[in-house]
């Protein structure tokens, strides 16, 4: 790996760190269910991108099948929060 | 080298549009322009990532993978992002106060979850099940 690779994943880890913590700070945050919804996917699509930067820094490729059951993961459990907003009864939140 | 070089442009072009899309749900005033902000900000860098994976291991059974995120990520995220939206509609989340246009406002009967194409069709239609 060049230096000038390695250098650069150091920067997008922490790019990502920062903007994981603003995702998580609406987690927290988000007046109703549905925003926090909406983070944990950006959160579930980050971590997708997390997963791409250390299978170069290791440079083990399989951790690039790790990246696509969680890509498919987050979406599946995307949906079912969806469901469970429009069909469930009642909630707290707002 | 130079793949290398060209890696570290699309991982950095990857999360920096991870960091506008983590922004915008930080600052962003209501669900829909949140989502707005996250679903196509977060798939273009993932994918950008992707791609920056692909070009560092030159190799057909990870590139394959790579699509395979890519592909995924670019088909599954507007359908998530439909139902959450549709979903935040329904059950009553509030817009931003600056909101010009709503045009299911009055459309949308909460209790039968059935849209009406204007207001006035659906006070005639209610007035046809009173009648009956």
């Not at chain 1, 950006?42 to 997708?48: N, P, W």
């Not at chain 1, 083990?60 to 429009?86: C, K, N, P, Q």
């Not at chain 2, 005033?29 to 679903?39: C, E, I, Q, S, Y």
């Not at chain 2, 935040?88 to 459309?107: A, N, S």
Request: with cysteine; aromatic share 10%; hydrophobic share 50%.
């Amino acid at each position: 790996m060049s230096p000038i690779l390695d250098y650069t994943l150091w920067v997008c880890f922490a790019v990502l760190s920062v903007a994981l913590f603003f995702a998580l700070w609406r987690l927290f945050k988000g007046p109703t269910l549905p925003d926090r919804v909406v983070a944990l996917e950006l959160i579930a699509s980050m971590t997708v991108g997390i997963i791409g930067l250390y299978a170069i820094r290791t440079g083990r490729d399989a951790f690039i099948d790790v990246a696509m059951v969680l890509a498919i993961t987050a979406f599946l459990s995307a949906i079912g929060f969806a469901r469970y907003l429009e069909k469930g009864s009642h909630r707290d939140d707002h | 080298m130079i793949t290398d070089i060209l890696a570290a442009l699309f991982v950095l072009a990857g999360s920096f549009f991870m960091l506008v899309a983590s922004l915008g749900v930080f600052r962003m005033p209501d669900l829909l322009t949140r989502m707005h902000a996250t679903t196509k900000s977060g798939v273009l860098g993932a994918g950008l990532i992707m791609c920056g994976v692909m070009l560092f291991f030159i190799d057909s059974s990870v590139t394959l993978k790579a699509l395979a995120v890519m592909a995924f990520t670019t088909l599954t995220s507007p359908i998530a992002a439909h139902a959450i939206g549709r979903a935040g509609y329904f059950i009553g989340v509030p817009l931003w106060h600056k909101t010009i246009k709503d045009e299911l406002h009055g459309r949308y009967d909460e209790e039968t979850h059935v849209l009406h194409s204007s207001a006035a069709q659906k006070e005639a239609q209610e007035e046809n099940s009173s009648q009956n």
